[in-house]
């Protein structure tokens, strides 16, 4: 469980910078968690007594923050990390899955033996924040089309005005920190 303290030293480290990437989006920077050292102490700390006993055999990062807070939470928890990563930076065999956004689409990927051919590994997914779920979606289904098993998705924040949460969790279970109404 996370104290209310330690969850005010959090939450009190994300930035809100209005009209960002473009007009009407309140973007939520975790730069100022980052660079706050009890901050992000704080969180990783939580994640690692949360997580410790779920038995995981993997932690997947989605591109680019989840890279920050799953690699984190790999070395603490001593697991291997998965990059879930955009269309075309990968070098070796990939899957991938598109996904829709407001206009057009885009695409993640995952190397094909990223979970080391093993089947059922236990796997917890991780991005800095949920918005609509088009990319932990898409993400959660190339875990899955690889053999492995999502366990949990887990996430600083979630934007609870979108309906994102509540369509993931019709794939697994869902755990985020703060909720943004
Ligand atoms: P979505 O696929 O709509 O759930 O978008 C999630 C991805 O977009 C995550 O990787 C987030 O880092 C990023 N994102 C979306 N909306 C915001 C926001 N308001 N503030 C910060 N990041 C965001």
């Known amino acids: 469980m996370l104290s209310k303290n330690d969850y005010e030293i959090i939450n009190n480290s994300i930035r809100d910078i209005k009209d ?8 939520k920077d975790i730069t100022t968690l980052l660079n706050d050292a009890t901050a992000y102490t704080t969180l990783m700390n939580h994640l690692e007594e949360k997580y410790k006993d779920y038995n995981l055999d993997y932690i997947a990062g989605i591109d680019a923050r989840g890279f920050i807070f799953g ?13 879930v990563r955009k269309k075309g930076k990968l070098p070796s065999t990939t899957i991938s899955e598109k996904y829709t956004l407001e206009y057009g689409f885009d695409e993640v990927e995952i190397h094909i033996d990223a979970f080391k051919n093993t089947t059922d590994a236990r796997v917890l997914l991780i991005d800095d924040l949920i918005a609509t779920g088009g990319t932990a979606n898409a993400a959660v ?41």
């Not at 960002?20 to 973007?27: A, W």
Request: charge should be neutral; glycine fraction near 10%.
């Open 141 to 181: 289904t190339l875990i899955e089309k690889s053999g492995a098993k999502c366990v949990e998705s887990c996430f600083i924040i979630a934007l609870d005005f979108l309906d994102g949460k509540s369509k993931l969790e019709q794939k697994c279970p869902v755990y985020n920190i703060i909720g943004v109404d």
């Open 71 to 83: 690699a984190s939470l790999a070395t603490k928890l001593g697991l291997g990390f998965v990059p």
């Open 20 to 27: 960002f990437p473009k007009e009407g989006i309140v973007f």
